[in-house]
Structures are given as C-alpha cells and as structure tokens.
C-alpha cells in the first residue's frame, strides 16, 4: 500500500467527514456551527499550543489575552525545545512566568504549560510513516487526551503550533484516531509561485514530522506572516496597563525578534480573530521526503486538495483586538 496516498485519502476523508457533520448540524444549531471566517476553525474552538521559547513572539499573549475576551477557550500549552531554544528548562520557566504574571493580573482559565520531552522524528529505513518509532512525549499524551475530552464532529480541537510538529506527529503515532478530533494549525514555512514550502520557520526543525502532519491530519499552514514588533512598539509601553501581565509585556518587548517570519502568533490570531485571514488555497503535500531532508514536504496549490494555505492577512486587526484586550478592564476580571 502507497502510505503517501493513503494518508492523502485519509486526510481528505477526515476533512470531508467534518464538513459533513458540520452541514448536518447546521438543522439542529441554526446557523451556529457555520465557520466565522475563512478557516474550519474559529474562536469557538478549543485550542492548545505548542512553542518553545517564551520570548521571542507574542503567541502566549494573545492566546491568554484572547481567552479571556471573546477568544478560543485555551485548553493547554506544550512547551519543548528547538534549534534556537534547545533548554527546555528555560523555555518552561518562561512560559510558566507568563502564565503567573497573567494570573496575577485576574486572567483567568490558563492551564499551567507542560514540557515535553521527545527529539525530533526519525524516518524509518522503510520510509513508511507506520513503523516510525514514537517518542510517547508529555506533549503527545496532552493532545490524545485533551482530544478525547473536548472536541466535538464539528468542533474540533485546534493544535495551534509555533515551532516543531514533533509533539503533533507523535500524537498520531500512538493513537491513530486522534486525526479525527484535530485540526492542526502552524506558522511555519513560506509561500512559493506554486504553494508553499514546509521550510523556515519552524518548518526545517522536524522535517519528518512536517510529512506525518501533513499526511494524515487535518492542517492548516499559516504562512502569511507580519512585523510582530509593531504590535508593541516602544512609543505604545507607557500604555500598557499598570498589572503584572503588563509589567510582563513590557520586560519581553525588547526580546521580541524583528524578523516577520517569527511571528509565530499567527496560528493563534487566524483561529481567534477570523477577520485576520483574508486568503487561503487548497493545497495537497507533494510526496513524502527523503532520508535526510532538510525541510517537509512542499505543499502544492490543488483546488480539490486537503490542506489549507493561509497566504494573506490583515495584521492590522490583529493588534487592534490585541491592545483592545489589553486595555479593557474587564478583561481582568475574573469569570
């Protein structure tokens, strides 16, 4: 059996099983299962995130911030290493600080981070997605389980990443059906004349991962990224608000990287705020990779195919909704 093509059909078949049931609800919710925006995730779905390092971007913010405001519900946060963040004793200390410093500033329903431990993927000598060994990470466990216990046929839960697939592909790896309570949602990549490569950022930290994902979930890539500095500027600190979650931003903001690809909180903002997205394309994954690739799978524009690209948006919505947050005080009051 070609595994390549039979994760295709199993991803589209999962994709279009969800869109089905999601049809078939529409009689019994009125309306309410239909998307907000243009991806099959939106604010009402749970979500779950996965980084590394807690200071380089703003993804921990507007995924507390955005829970605590309208937003997706956040149901846990995975932290484990990469190239440019390779101590996970670091990284956890650091989102555990965000997380305290939220708290203490009355946002409320934030789970405590968890690190888990896994390196990345290797690709088997047979090439064969099946007989890769798992690493039965913390991560891992976190999404079979939190799957299992809140997702819904249309409502499924969003696995929002900001650096490596590991923890995601490893998830399918010790429990097949996981595929059909999750859709997995990456900045990672760029776009190219003919789609989009599964490069920079985040992209080559896994590049065997990169294929299980994309062979057999439901994916999303978020490749249309934005200057992220401008979502705190240096003018805009004396604004933040006098709580330690903006004592927190404050401290971060000289940390944040200047490169737009960084931006690793576009997953988080194209799932909570639907207006960011404003163009996507099907896509389907061009083979499986080789021994030693330094990348994934290319991913290429295919009108019938079972991967959506994000290759626009409107980054002005979302620091908008980012300071409104930030500046309402009912933001902080507990729920």
Request: hydrophobic share 45%; glycine share 10%.
């Amino acid at each position: 059996m070609n595994v390549r093509a039979s994760g295709g059909r199993s991803a589209r078949a999962a994709w279009a099983l969800a869109v089905l049931t999601l049809g078939c609800s529409e009689t019994r919710n009125l309306g309410s299962s239909v998307p907000h925006g243009l991806l099959p995730v939106d604010e009402r779905n749970p979500i779950l995130l996965a980084n590394d390092g807690a200071y380089d971007n703003w993804q921990g913010e507007y995924a507390v911030l955005l829970a605590n405001g309208g937003g997706p519900e956040l149901a846990g946060i995975i932290v484990n290493t990469s190239g440019p963040w390779p101590n996970l004793d670091t990284n956890i200390a650091g989102w555990r600080g965000l997380v305290a410093a939220a708290r203490a500033s009355g946002l409320r329903n934030i789970p405590d981070p968890i690190a888990s431990t896994g390196p990345p993927l290797t690709r088997p000598a047979s090439g064969q997605i099946d007989d890769t060994t798992p690493n039965r990470s913390e991560g891992a466990h976190l999404i079979v389980n939190a799957s299992a216990s809140l997702s819904l046929p249309y409502r499924p839960l969003a696995v929002v990443t900001g650096g490596r697939l590991t923890d995601v592909a490893d998830a399918y790896l010790i429990d097949r059906t996981v595929t059909e309570r999750v859709v997995v949602v990456s900045s990672v990549g760029s776009t190219t004349d003919t789609g989009a490569a599964m490069g920079p950022p985040n992209g080559e930290m896994d590049p065997w991962a990169d294929a299980i994902v994309t062979a057999h979930f439901r994916f999303v890539q978020v490749s249309a990224f934005y200057d992220q500095t401008n979502d705190v500027p240096t003018a805009s600190l004396a604004k933040l608000p006098a709580n330690p979650f903006g004592d927190w931003i404050a401290a971060k903001q000289p940390s944040i990287f200047s490169l737009a690809q960084a931006a690793d909180q576009v997953g988080v903002v194209a799932v909570g705020i639907p207006s960011f997205v404003t163009g996507v394309q099907s896509v389907s994954s061009a083979a499986l990779i080789g021994a030693g690739a330094s990348a994934g799978p290319d991913l290429v524009a295919n009108p019938a195919g079972p991967l959506l690209l994000v290759t626009q948006n409107a980054s002005a919505d979302a620091t908008g909704r980012f300071w409104k947050l930030l500046l309402d005080p009912t933001t902080y009051q507990a729920h």
